[in-house]
């Protein structure tokens, strides 16, 4: 039995490190692909924003074209003005000199208006084009990085696996398919030790008879709790069947205890508090 515990510990170390590089490997796509997004998005807005632009500078080309037509035709009304006769002819004149003016005046500020807004699409497209440089370079850094770390990864992967594979058959199939799927649940852990009666991966109490068939390690036993593959630890024996624990002892047990291996536990308050939130609410 001590040879199985120490060959599920192996495994353990062993079937950690590859999850871990298997869930690195899978979030690689979602990475790049975020950041292909991001370049086409920004090229898309500047090829729209291109498009505006190609169409706004024909609009301020022809309103110069306009404008400078609009000035011939009031200067040559305004020369006729000299050879005018009659006040008919004054009356007449200086209504087309008038409205000649104020088509000028018209074209004048259409075209600053176009102009002002070529102008700003101009420098948004300066900003734009900049964006795309810089978010193009980290696409390109990205890829480069990906392609070096998949490989690494990978081929650390294949040492695992072989490694893995000096392992595994001389352990149960049944026995194997749990521990693997307890170390992908239960991040990284999947047997622990029995320490003062207590589960060291879940930090549950165990039953006295329990931990004893545990110490006895006839078969494989898997804590009730938080289903971990556990083993009775040494040193431990007469502290725990001599059925007596006292208080200062009891305290340095307890801060003994990572307090991170709590995180992963529900606190069994949460289920009492939301019930009371409920009973509140109604
Ligand atoms: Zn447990």
């Known amino acids: 039995m001590q040879g199985v515990f120490e060959k599920l510990q192996q495994l353990q ?124 370079a980290e696409l390109e850094e990205i890829n480069k990085s990906v392609a070096q770390e998949s490989s690494q990864e990978e081929q650390r992967l294949r040492e695992l696996v072989i490694e893995e594979s000096k392992l595994t058959p001389d352990l149960e199939p049944n026995l194997l398919y749990k521990f693997e799927s307890i170390i992908k649940n239960k991040l990284g852990l999947g047997i622990v030790g029995i320490r003062s009666g207590v589960c060291s991966g879940c930090h549950i109490v165990l039953p006295a008879n329990f931990v004893n068939q545990v110490r006895m390690a006839e078969k494989v036993e898997f804590c009730p709790y938080c289903s971990r593959v556990l083993y009775f630890e040494d040193g431990d024996v007469d502290e725990f069947f001599t059925g007596y624990i006292d208080g200062d002892e009891m305290g340095g047990l307890i801060d003994l205890v990572d307090e991170d291996d709590f995180e992963e536990e529900e606190p069994p308050t949460l289920i009492d508090e939301e019930m009371a939130g409920d009973y509140e609410d109604n």
């Open 13 to 136: 170390g062993i079937l950690s490190e590859r999850y871990q590089i298997e869930r690195h490997l899978s979030e690689i796509p979602r990475r790049l692909s975020t950041q292909n997004e991001v370049v086409l998005r920004l090229r898309k807005s500047y090829s729209e924003k291109e498009h505006i632009y190609t169409n706004l500078s024909e609009v301020v080309s022809k309103l110069r074209l306009d404008l400078g037509d609009a000035q011939i035709v009031r200067e040559a009304a305004e020369r006729r003005m000299e050879a005018v006769k009659t006040q008919r002819e004054f009356e007449a004149l200086e209504k087309e000199i008038n409205d000649a003016a104020t088509e000028e005046e018209r074209l004048r500020q259409d075209l600053r208006k176009n102009e002002q807004e070529l102008q700003s699409i101009e420098s948004s497209m300066k900003v734009e084009l900049e964006l795309i440089t810089e978010q193009e």
